[in-house]
């Protein structure tokens, strides 16, 4: 049972040009989300969050929207970058002080690569 | 080192021989996790430490697997009598406390494969 799933295994963009990495959740406890970034023989690293009270959130380059109601959220990438060419993960968690919110449940991955 | 560093990086083994992985998470860190990642798959909980609390196991797939923390130092995962579904790539990452979201740092992982 994928509770987090990221339809999109690859995508390819020109570098300059938006990235966007959807990810999708069917648990409606989640109520932090997380997106992660990771390169070959590297192990992932955060990227962005955002709480369920937002819908956007934005970090330079990188903004990550919500959508509770359709249980689903993205990650803008703009402008893309060559070095930007990872595996995207986002991960979700019941969040705050719930019980077990340390249990980050990821979803398989897209891999993004940045054209030059 | 400024990471969290794992060891062995790789680890080919030999279907029924038991496995250990290690974990140095980074100095100071108090809560400890481990995920393990088969191939197609995202990342999946398995353990997770906090301090000298009792660990949550609930990942743990089988009481094949265990893990074992000292104080807030050094875990190793323990695989006995691997079987060739156990190979994936295990991570391991920490954070200064549990319950902070975004705060887990992660090692390169070990990739084990059981032939």
């Known amino acids: 049972d994928q509770q987090v799933k990221q339809n999109s295994p690859s995508l390819s963009v020109q570098e300059g040009r938006i990235s966007i990495l959807n990810c999708d959740y069917t648990n409606s406890m989640f109520d932090y989300f997380l997106w992660y970034k990771k390169y070959p023989a590297e192990g992932p690293t955060f990227l962005i969050s955002?709480?369920?009270?937002?819908d956007k959130n934005e970090d330079g380059r990188f903004t990550v929207f919500l959508n509770k109601s359709a249980k689903h959220l993205s990650l803008h990438i703009v402008p893309s970058q060559p070095g930007d060419s990872a595996v995207y993960f986002c991960?979700?968690?019941?969040?705050?002080?719930?019980?077990?919110?340390?249990?980050?449940?990821f979803g398989t991955g897209t891999r993004l690569k940045v054209l030059a | 080192g400024a990471g969290v560093s794992q060891s062995p990086s790789n680890k080919v083994t030999e279907k029924g021989k038991d496995v250990e992985l290690r974990c140095d998470p980074i100095?100071?860190?108090?809560?400890l996790y481990w995920y393990r990642q088969r191939l197609g798959q995202g990342l999946e909980f398995l353990i997770y430490f906090q301090g000298n609390s009792a660990p949550d196991k609930s990942g743990l797939p089988s009481d094949r697997f265990s893990a074992e923390r000292t104080g807030e130092s050094v875990s190793t995962l323990t695989i006995q009598r691997t079987q060739q579904e156990d190979s994936a790539v295990y991570l391991c990452?920490?954070?200064?406390?549990?319950?902070?979201?975004?705060?887990?740092?992660f090692g390169p992982g070990t990739r084990l494969t059981v032939l």
């Open positions: 955002i709480s369920s009270i937002k």
């Open positions: 991960a979700a968690t019941p969040g705050g002080f719930t019980s077990g919110t340390y249990k980050y449940i």
């Open positions: 990452a920490s954070s200064l406390s549990a319950g902070l979201a975004g705060e887990q740092f």
């Open positions: 100095s100071g860190h108090t809560a």
